[in-house]
Structure formats: C-alpha cells, structure tokens
C-alpha cells in the first residue's frame, strides 16, 4: 500500500522559511506529477505547486516568487522551500501525487494543480505563520 508522508510544517515569524519534505513510497510508477496543496480554517482547499516527471511546475500566483517545488527521484520525495512566508500562508499543507505506470503515458502537471484533486493524498503537516 502506497503512502505520502509529510514533514517539515512548524510555526515561523513572517519573513521566515520553511522546507516542507514529501516521502512517496510504496507505488510503482512511471511518470507523475505531484504537489502541495493547503487548506486555510474555514477557507477551500487551493493548489500551491506542482510537479511533473518531465519537470514542468505551476504555482499559485500567490506563491510565486517564494515557494520553489522540487522533486529528488532517487529518494522518492518532493519538498516546497517556502520563503518570505506571510500570516496568509498559515494553514494545513498537504502533499498529493498521481502516477502513471507506463513510460509513454504522461501524467500533466495540471493534473496535481488547483482545481484538481489527485488520486493520493497525505495526511497533512500544519503551517503557522506569525506576524
């Protein structure tokens, strides 16, 4: 059974950073695409970033600029430095991914982007920014 398991969350004055780590494993795949969404209280679930196995990235445009998704293949994890951080990016930060099993089928990075809801999910990892 395959898992997503965040790390990385904690609460940092603004102006601070935070690297948010992702560990994918368990899955057997091909290509991808994975990303980072969070949800604020009382607020909708948003896209952050995302990923895909041929590097291409989408961030919201209100992360642009300060937060850079990567991916590291050989073990398995994706992570979000975050930078500049504001009281508005407080919330639950959760790490999503959808795969592909065969070489030849692409999974977009759209598809782990906002307005979307990927297959697999991790259980989250809080972020609290201060003022």
């Known amino acids: 059974q395959g898992q997503l398991v965040e790390s990385g969350g904690g609460s940092v004055q603004a102006g601070g950073s935070l690297r948010l780590s992702c560990a994918a494993s368990?899955?057997?795949?091909?290509?991808?695409?994975m990303g980072w969404f969070r949800q604020a209280p009382g607020k909708e679930r948003e896209g952050v970033a995302a990923i895909d196995s041929d590097g291409n990235t989408s961030y919201a445009d209100s992360v642009k600029g300060r937060f850079t998704i990567s991916t590291d293949n050989a073990k398995n994890t994706l992570s979000l430095q975050m930078n500049s951080l504001k009281p508005e990016d407080t919330a639950m930060y959760y790490c999503a991914a959808d795969f592909s099993s065969w070489l030849e089928v692409p999974v977009p990075v759209t598809y782990c982007s906002n307005g979307y809801s990927p297959r697999f999910w991790g259980k989250g990892t809080l972020v609290t920014i201060s003022s």
């Open positions: 368990g899955y057997s795949y091909r290509r991808y695409c």
